[in-house]
């Protein structure tokens, strides 16, 4: 946690970049296991690499995936499975809780920008992931997801986890916690060289920007609420 923040590097792909994202205060280290994504890793892959990475929480990111599949990730060593889908497959969220449980489960809804949660996607789990959208990807666009909708969502359901995710960055990591008032937040391309490579600098910029952040707000609003295990 930093300065009440909670940090997730996410499209990790080597021990060099897992042990910058641990030197920067990380408190999760996300791996995706999305064929199509440009920062995949396989789950052979992460199970060579597991027992030397940081003493952080790892998440593993999916998409759609088979139930077996959730299963597949926690007993390969991930603590908690984020899973992008589309809304047409949210009929399959029961099956992933009975998969791993709630408590592993983030739900990252592919929200078109006219469309907000779903309430009855409520009480499944305890955390969602807010990322920008585009109608032929999941994640990954570095364009910045809906500030407004974001607050709105946490402001609406504060008992809940609210990650905010989509084109964060050292620059802009400021402006985002001002307009947003997350608590935790996913950066991936925004402290990369390129797809799957991260900049030392970059992190090391979005740690002090973060801390700058925090040391100027002054109305206590930036308190983080600890809730479903986070």
């Not at 296991?33 to 892959?45: C, D, G, I, K, N």
């Not at 807010?130 to 504060?158: V, Y």
């Not at 937040?185 to 402290?191: E, L, P, Q, R, Y």
Request: with cysteine; charged share 20%; net charge neutral.
């Amino acid at each position: 946690m930093i300065h009440g923040i909670r940090l997730k590097i996410c499209g990790l792909t080597s021990l060099v970049d897992a042990a910058l994202a641990d030197q920067s205060g990380a408190d999760y280290l996300g791996f995706v296991l999305y064929a199509e994504s440009p920062r995949r890793v396989t789950l052979a892959q992460f199970g060579a690499m597991v027992a030397r990475l940081p003493a952080r929480r790892k998440v593993a990111v999916m998409v759609e995936p088979a139930p077996a599949d959730l299963t597949a990730a926690v007993q390969a060593g991930f603590d908690f499975c984020q899973v992008h889908f589309r809304m047409e497959k949210a009929t399959a969220v029961a099956g992933w809780v009975e998969a791993v449980g709630a408590e592993r489960l983030w739900l990252a809804p592919k929200l078109p920008a006219a469309a907000d949660l779903p309430v009855t996607l409520l009480p499944l789990v305890g955390t969602f992931l807010l990322d920008a959208f585009a109608a032929d990807r999941f994640g990954g666009t570095g364009r910045n997801a809906d500030w407004p909708k974001f607050r709105r969502h946490r402001e609406a359901h504060p008992e809940k986890t609210w990650i905010l995710a989509g084109g964060l960055n050292p620059e802009n990591i400021g402006e985002a916690l001002a307009a947003t008032g997350a608590r935790c937040i996913d950066v991936n391309s925004g402290v990369e060289v390129s797809p799957g490579v991260k900049d030392a600098a970059k992190l090391q910029s979005l740690v002090e920007r973060l801390r700058a952040a925090k040391q100027s707000d002054c109305s206590g609003s930036m308190q983080w609420e600890t809730t479903n295990g986070h």
